[in-house]
């Protein structure tokens, strides 16, 4: 059995300082630890929901590039996108190595994205909305999520489809939020972590979910670790541009009712 770990069901993962998130150093980390997750499931959903082939793709919060490869592979042509240079310099590495080339990297602020209305079949935000729930000083959380989705919708063409990819648990809740506030259809789905050794699995665990997530995982390795992720979606005759952001409820957890991953 895939140990799924309890501290992803409950407890928000270890915050890295937005400073920290700006720098190589942290680029060429999360580059290396975050290969070991499999998105195969993530990919197959999205294409069973919205084909990519052909389509022209924008992707919000690329980071370094690992799940815009799969993107990249299908689309015509992928517009990644990130707040980190850094971040964007490790992506534009990465997809050179796997000789994809049809990939344009852009540092853009989410909640004004520099594109006319109409351009993309697709656009996508791979966890790139949990900056807004825990480092945006500026807004409130919910506002910032209603800009930013607002705008992936409003780049798309008549009928295309935004994607949100997020943790579907923790305090404040965005993917209940985007269910119950803003009409996003969902999808729980659950993702594996494969590490081809100790030390990787031990740096991997702690740096995208905390030190408590490894006590509880490394009794089971080296099978692979199981992660909740919610796949939310709408289209852009759905939410129309301009909605005001719903007003904050208590998204602190799943209601009883609510699916539950695995």
């Known amino acids: 059995m895939t140990p799924l770990l309890a501290s992803c069901l409950g407890v928000t993962p270890p915050l890295h300082a937005p400073g920290a998130y700006a720098s190589s150093s942290f680029a060429r980390r999360f580059h290396t630890l975050r290969r070991f997750l499999d998105h195969g499931p993530l990919l197959q959903a999205i294409e069973q929901i919205a084909p990519l082939r052909g389509r022209r793709v924008v992707e919000l919060g690329a980071g370094t590039g690992a799940i815009s490869e799969g993107f990249a592979r299908c689309a015509k042509d992928l517009h990644a ?36 209305s109409g351009t993309f079949d697709v656009s996508v935000a791979a966890f790139a909305l949990d900056s807004l729930l825990h480092d945006s000083s500026d807004t409130p959380w919910w506002e910032g999520v209603g800009m930013v989705t607002q705008e992936m919708l409003r780049i798309l063409v008549p009928g295309g489809t935004a994607f949100v990819i997020a943790t579907p648990f923790g305090r404040p809740n965005l993917a209940l939020h985007l269910i119950r506030e803003r009409g996003f259809s969902h999808r729980f789905l659950s993702c594996r972590w494969t590490f081809p050794s100790r030390r990787l699995a031990r740096a991997a665990t702690r740096f995208f979910f905390g030190e408590r997530a490894w006590r509880e995982y490394a009794p089971h390795w080296p099978k692979a670790l199981a992660t909740p992720v919610a796949l939310l979606w709408t289209t852009s005759s759905q939410a129309p541009a301009g909605a005001a952001p719903a007003p904050l409820r208590d998204h602190t957890r799943p209601a009883p009712s609510e699916p539950r991953p695995l």
Do not use: E, I, K, W
């Not at 994809?100 to 909640?111: K, V």
């Open 81 to 116: 996108l990130d707040r980190s240079p850094a971040m964007l310099v490790q992506a534009r590495a990465h997809m050179q190595r796997l000789g994809l080339r049809n990939t344009r990297f852009l540092l853009a602020d989410h909640r004004a994205l520099p594109f006319p």
